[in-house]
């Protein structure tokens, strides 16, 4: 059987923590090629080489020239780097698949979008909240109609990092709106992955979001928003809350509440799915099981069982590997860019991930107008994605979408 050749780019820390060991197991389950890898440091190539048995690089071009056989590149770098790095790989022939979020704004997206249509190969992003298995399982559950129509969609992350200061004070955003580093504001880092899980709960395309971003915390290193608010109206009529707080009280949940039910969830990844029915005048606890096994020492998810009757059950396409819970997802990411790979099929996510920038975009762009609500698609170029650009111009001494 054929398989398609995979390389990673990026040895820092999500590369090793769930990138490296899940392609590594793959390729031991013979359902990928694990060819090469690559980081600019050189002891953290050579460490993640050594450590997985696969020939090391420090530059992208070398390990391309030297592997003509790498059909795919799984690029796992910083979010400023993502546009430039998938347009180098595309050029040369391969197809990519980006870490979350998929660029920095709509433009270098699109620089992404436009290498890989020009030079004929699929790219993938790495949003992996959406595949691990429980939140699958409700996704199937919505889209089955078990909750009915969706109404109401809630993510609210307010993490208690650092208490409310006498010294604080309101500050929206404000020049430089970036350091291009490993964080792109909190809309963008943990927001892509919510703005995601919000859009597939209600089912519905986002057609207008109103927004309120704040920095309270008065620091040089720290340029980002620490809190922010959303609102948005789905085409369906549903309607979505996205908070997300570094300062200040902890709170967290996702709330989906459809006509017929409604899932309330303070852990979103935890081993439950508090499943709420409709019946008669009353709303019931419907039992949900989470089957397990072990194998080579990891402990795997066999199946999750929703007790409706009748049963609605997922199943681990994972189960026969050392891949836990968390990291189903980033081995459905590689086999989504091994198939388009192998197979020429399109990527799961795709696309899908540039929507997940245009709603953050809209946050901030409502933000800078007094929390005005933003239209979306969003026509042009938003003024905030402008100062970006500025800010990385500056910083990088060449335009976003510089050859
Ligand atoms: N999906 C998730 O759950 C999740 C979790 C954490 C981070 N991420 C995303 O992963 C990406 C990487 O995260 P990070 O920035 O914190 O990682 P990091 O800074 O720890 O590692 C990035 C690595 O990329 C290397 N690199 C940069 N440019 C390179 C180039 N041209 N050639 C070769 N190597 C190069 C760097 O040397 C570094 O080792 C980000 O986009 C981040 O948003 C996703």
């Keep these: 059987m054929s398989v398609a050749k995979i390389a990673l780019v990026g040895c820092g820390n999500p590369?090793?923590?769930?990138?490296?060991?899940t392609l590594s197991e793959l390729a031991k389950r013979g359902v990928i090629e694990f060819v090469a890898l690559c980081d600019l440091d050189e002891v953290?190539?050579?460490?993640?080489?050594?450590?997985?048995?696969?020939?090391?690089?420090?530059?992208?071009?070398?390990?391309?020239?030297?592997?003509?056989?790498?059909?795919?590149?799984?690029?796992?770098?910083g979010d400023p780097t993502h546009h430039v790095i998938a347009r180098q790989i595309a050029e040369r022939g391969k197809h990519v698949m980006v870490e979350k979020p998929?660029?920095?704004?709509?433009?270098?997206?699109?620089?992404?979008?436009?290498?890989?249509?020009?030079?004929?190969?699929?790219f993938e992003v790495a949003e992996n909240y959406f595949r691990m298995p429980k939140q699958r399982m409700?996704?199937?559950?919505?889209?089955?109609?078990?909750?009915?129509?969706?109404?109401?969609?809630?993510?609210?992350?307010?993490?208690?990092?650092?208490?409310?200061?006498?010294t604080v004070t309101h500050r929206g955003l404000t020049r430089p709106l970036s350091k291009f580093g490993n964080s792109s504001g909190m809309c963008m880092d943990m927001g892509s992955h919510r703005l995601s899980q919000l859009r597939l709960y209600a089912m519905s395309e986002p057609r207008q979001i109103s927004g309120t971003v704040r920095r309270y915390r008065s620091s040089a290193e720290f340029v980002h928003e620490d809190w922010a608010h959303a609102m948005i109206d789905?085409?369906?009529g549903a309607v979505g809350?996205?908070?997300?707080?570094?300062?200040?009280?902890?709170?967290?949940?996702?709330?989906?509440?459809?006509?017929?039910?409604?899932?309330?969830?303070?852990?979103?990844?935890?081993?439950?799915i508090p499943l709420r029915l409709q019946?008669?005048?009353?709303?019931?606890d419907v039992p949900v099981e989470f089957e397990r096994h072990r194998v080579d020492g990891v402990d795997v998810l066999s199946r999750i069982v929703v007790h409706t009757d009748p049963e609605i059950v997922y199943v681990n396409p994972f189960r026969e590997c050392a891949i836990d819970d968390w990291s189903v997802g980033h081995a459905a990411e590689i086999?989504?860019?091994?198939?388009?790979?192998?197979?020429?099929?399109?990527?799961?996510?795709?696309?899908a991930a540039r929507q997940d920038v245009e709603m953050a975009m809209a946050i901030y762009e409502s933000s800078l107008n007094g929390t005005a609500p933003v239209k979306l698609p969003i026509e042009g170029m938003t003024s905030y994605e402008r100062m970006l650009h500025e800010d990385y111009r500056e910083r990088f001494g060449r335009s976003f979408d510089a050859a």
């Design 44 to 77: 953290l190539a050579a460490e993640s080489g050594g450590k997985y048995g696969v020939p090391h690089y420090t530059d992208i071009d070398e390990m391309l020239d030297r592997h003509q056989d790498i059909m795919a590149v799984d690029i796992v770098t």
């Design 279 to 284: 019946v008669g005048d009353g709303m019931e």
């Design 234 to 236: 789905f085409e369906s």
């Design 335 to 351: 086999m989504s860019l091994a198939n388009a790979a192998l197979n020429d099929e399109a990527p799961e996510y795709g696309l």
């Design 241 to 272: 809350v996205y908070e997300t707080s570094r300062l200040g009280e902890s709170l967290h949940y996702y709330q989906i509440t459809g006509t017929q039910g409604s899932i309330c969830d303070d852990d979103w990844s935890g081993p439950a």
């Design 102 to 122: 998929m660029a920095i704004t709509r433009g270098c997206c699109d620089v992404i979008i436009d290498a890989c249509r020009r030079n004929g190969v699929h």
């Design 15 to 21: 590369a090793r923590r769930w990138h490296l060991p």
């Design 138 to 166: 409700i996704l199937d559950l919505i889209d089955r109609g078990i909750l009915g129509e969706i109404v109401r969609v809630y993510f609210v992350e307010a993490k208690a990092r650092n208490p409310f200061e006498p």
